[in-house]
């Protein structure tokens, strides 16, 4: 967790080998991908032979899948591009949670209360604490953080990313025979997983900004199929028989094969936008309260980035 800067992945593919056998080769060859192109992250299924490939770009990632075939010689199967979604939270919410067992005659105790604020877009997830030393020794901090960037990670899969929040260690209390680290973060897992069950969070969808010429004749029809796509008109200007029309269409609506012509035109990355109660994306809408995960599914491979204006 850190407060650096960033972007994040806006599509993401599933692939997986032709024959099982050569899912290991498949995950060797996913880890070179991964070291060689800093704008893409791997994420595994334990329980299954289906890697996803993140990016910021869909000729990228399917640039990459071609090279499964050509460089690398291994037939794979490739499953439908879709967008990344986004999951945040609105406003600042405190939770406690305390972990307290005893182990073959070993006491275990952790207990903390945590304050999560929202971040900035972009500003990623930051972690801190406000409590002295003698309310919480560092080393539990430092246990209770770990617990948090689990938890996290657990949230993390193909599709979807917690991100932008700050997580503050506002009290806590210890037991100079009992308290250890693991103790701490359990402890930290629980009252984080507590925090994100109240908190007020909200889905952000990739969106587009897509530019249009066609004849003036088409401007009706063009408008039509970018509302049909919940998509909206940004700008119109007509010249010498054409128009030009700007619209902001989400990019899931692009990926979709019912957008193929509107998917022609040129599209540049526009950012994130919440996903509105009526399914709409609204760049000032209070968005759609997102569904936590059940269970920790996926792994994290490398880090991704990069627009679809920057493919290469």
């Known amino acids: 967790m850190s407060g650096t800067i960033r972007t994040y992945p806006i599509v993401q593919v599933t692939v997986s080998a032709r024959d099982s056998a050569d899912d290991k080769r498949l995950q060797a060859i996913l880890a070179e991908v991964a070291s060689q192109n800093l704008t893409v992250s791997i994420y595994t299924e334990p329980t299954g032979n289906s890697h996803s490939i993140e990016g910021k770009s869909q ?62 877009f972009g500003e990623g997830c930051q972690f801190a604490s406000a409590v002295r030393d003698d309310v919480l020794p560092h080393e539990h901090v430092d246990a209770i953080r770990r617990g948090v960037e689990q938890t996290i990670l657990v949230c993390v899969r193909p599709g979807r990313h917690l991100v932008d929040l700050k997580v503050t260690v ?51 029809a063009v408008e039509n199929q970018i509302h049909g796509h ?10 010498n028989g054409r128009s030009e029309i700007t619209a902001i269409v989400p990019l899931a609506e692009l990926l979709l094969p019912s957008s193929r012509e509107l998917a022609e035109f040129p599209a540049h990355f526009h950012g994130y936008e919440p996903i509105s109660d009526d399914g709409n994306s609204s760049e000032n809408g209070a968005g759609v309260t997102a569904n936590k995960p059940d269970s920790p599914r996926y792994r994290k491979g490398s880090e991704a980035v990069r627009p679809d204006s920057e493919e290469g």
């Open 59 to 120: 000729s990228h990632l399917q640039w990459i899948c071609e090279q499964f075939r050509e460089k690398y010689h291994l037939p794979i199967n490739v499953g439908k591009f879709k967008a990344v979604l986004l999951e945040t939270i609105r406003e600042a919410v405190e939770a406690e949670g305390k972990y307290i067992r005893q182990i073959g005659g070993i006491g275990n105790y952790g207990h903390c209360k945590l304050r999560v604020d929202p971040n900035k």
């Open 170 to 220: 506002i009290d806590g209390s210890y037991h100079a025979e009992d308290s250890n680290p693991t103790a701490f973060e359990i402890a930290g897992t629980i009252t984080f997983q507590n925090a994100l069950k109240i908190a007020s969070t909200v889905l952000l969808e990739p969106v587009m900004a897509v530019e249009i010429d066609v004849p003036e004749d088409f401007v009706t």
């Open 230 to 239: 919940r998509g909206r008109i940004e700008r119109v200007s007509a010249e």
